[in-house]
């Protein structure tokens, strides 16, 4: 955990050096801002369901952003191979790789902790589900952080492993929206394969152990076959 943890300082300090990061904090606050309060005063509910509602559908595009350079970068630039020689395993890359994804996913969201303290200051605002949509939002942006490493191990071109990882967390995102082109005897397994599905949920303030497994299992499944591909490489 030592290891991991180093390069997990490394990953998450190098965010700040360059300027894609601030490029991307600020393309998800303009959208998200916009989208949430041009509509929060039609529907005169003091609430953030519209604001979790935009989450996943955004995060399928903004977390590959910050994810497609983990493995990409360094494989591109053989600086991997480098870090091989140090006294760390596959699994501490991996994990400080991906925890430093989770903390700046977390770090976007601080900002729009505004959006609920406006929100309290116009009506009577339940917490509840405030609380439990961030949690959801960082279990989704975990998730979403696991696919992007498996991506970003694939190749060594970061526009490569954006467009797979994008693909594979938009796809996670709509299928659950599209049971009606499949039998009914598969809408129980195609909404339970839906992350939006899950994160809404979570999202209501009502935190399910089914929920929560199925965030672990996504996150699992996206490491362990990061590790595979890397080993494959070596």
């Known amino acids: 955990m030592r290891q991991a943890a180093h390069i997990f300082k490394k990953e998450f300090k190098s965010y700040f050096v360059s300027p894609i990061a601030y490029m991307v904090i600020s393309i998800f606050l303009v959208v998200v801002g ?3 309060f041009s509509t929060f005063f039609l529907f005169n509910q003091a ?4 604001f979790f509602a935009l989450l996943p559908i955004i995060f399928s595009f903004v977390v590959p952003a910050i994810t497609m350079r983990l493995f990409s970068e360094e494989l591109n630039v053989g600086s991997y191979e480098i870090l091989l020689t140090m006294p760390v395993t596959f699994s501490d890359v991996i994990l400080g790789k991906f925890l430093a994804g989770v903390a700046f996913v977390a ?3 601080v900002p729009t902790l505004a959006y609920p303290v406006s929100v309290s200051l116009l009506g009577e605002l339940d917490w509840g589900p405030v609380l439990g949509g961030y949690i959801g939002a960082v279990l989704l942006g975990a998730s979403f952080c696991a696919v992007g490493i498996f991506a970003s191990s694939l190749t060594r071109y970061q526009i490569v492993a954006f467009i797979v990882s994008a693909a594979i967390c938009f796809c996670l995102t709509l299928i659950d929206k599209m049971v ?7 809408v129980g397994v195609l909404e339970y394969l839906g ?3 899950h994160f809404y949920n979570i999202s209501k303030g009502i ?6 497994l199925y965030f672990l299992s996504i996150i699992f499944i996206g490491l362990y076959g990061a590790n595979i591909v890397m080993q494959e490489k070596n």
């Open 107 to 109: 770090a976007l969201l």
């Open 195 to 197: 992350a939006d599905f």
């Open 47 to 50: 609430n953030l369901r519209n």
């Open 34 to 36: 916009w989208f949430f």
């Open 180 to 186: 009606f082109l499949f039998p009914r005897t598969f």
């Open 207 to 212: 935190i399910d152990s089914r929920d929560l």
